[in-house]
């Protein structure tokens, strides 16, 4: 059984780059998070699908970031015009939800570490 | 809005028992749990508890009190590999209700 997995686990780039991360759930879970965390600080959700829609997101998300989750299954965040303030460990998780009061435990990937120079 | 309190840092030694506070303030509640986050990796489900009381799987125990808001990990037999972050998380009810909010974490640091 294969746990959720991140990709690239390391980006660097350059500040007003493009940079995409990501993210396949557990198989047959349904619902994928995004998080941020950066150093010393729990990690700061982000937004939520449940199946291929986005039904939450943040303030944090401001307009340069963009997540999709086209099939219901992995799913892509897009931060455009990096600024060195992005740099932090953007996480993903993913959960079985069986309704709104089910324990629903949220299981993470490893993670990306996105610097920005 | 969400307020979640834990200590920055704790040190004990190897084979004790420590605990882990942390007080919560949510407009609504649904839940908490604990996460283990060693340096670098992703955060690792510990324990879940939505009703008062206590909650034991094996060393690892955490106990809630929704009335006072505020809950407890408890690791007993202390191992050095348990040195690691401990992260207190809130689940809310209502709108927004599958997001976790989350404190800045207890870094604890076990000592031979």
């Known amino acids: 059984d294969t746990g959720v997995s991140q990709d690239p686990r390391h980006k660097i780039t350059k500040r007003g780059q493009n940079v995409t991360f990501r993210c396949d759930p557990i198989?047959?879970?349904?619902?994928l998070y995004w998080y941020r965390q950066t150093l010393g600080q729990g990690p700061e959700f982000l937004t939520y699908f449940q199946n291929e829609a986005q039904l939450e997101k943040s303030r944090l998300l401001s307009d340069r970031f963009s997540a999709e989750r086209p099939k219901g299954s992995f799913s892509t965040l897009e931060i455009q015009r990096t600024e060195q303030g992005d740099s932090a460990m953007y996480l993903c998780a993913s959960s079985l939800g069986q309704g709104a009061s089910s324990t629903d435990t949220q299981y993470f990937g490893p993670g990306t570490r996105l610097t920005v120079l | 809005g969400q307020n979640i309190d834990q200590p920055t840092e704790m040190t004990a030694t190897e084979g004790a028992i420590v605990q882990i506070n942390c007080t919560y303030q949510?407009?609504?509640?649904?839940?908490l749990f604990w996460y283990q986050q060693h340096a670098g990796e992703a955060p690792t489900f510990l324990s879940y508890?939505?009703?008062?009381g206590l909650e034991e799987k094996g060393r690892f125990s955490s106990f809630l009190s929704r009335s006072k808001g505020y809950s407890y990990l408890l690791l007993k037999e202390l191992q050095m590999k348990d040195s690691a972050s401990y992260l207190c998380?809130?689940?809310?009810?209502?709108?927004?209700?599958?997001?976790?909010?989350f404190g800045k974490g207890t870094k604890l640091s076990v000592i031979p």
């Open positions: 508890n939505v009703l008062d």
């Open positions: 949510t407009s609504g509640f649904n839940g």
């Open positions: 998380a809130v689940k809310n009810s209502g709108a927004g209700s599958y997001q976790l909010t």
């Open positions: 198989s047959e879970h349904n619902r």
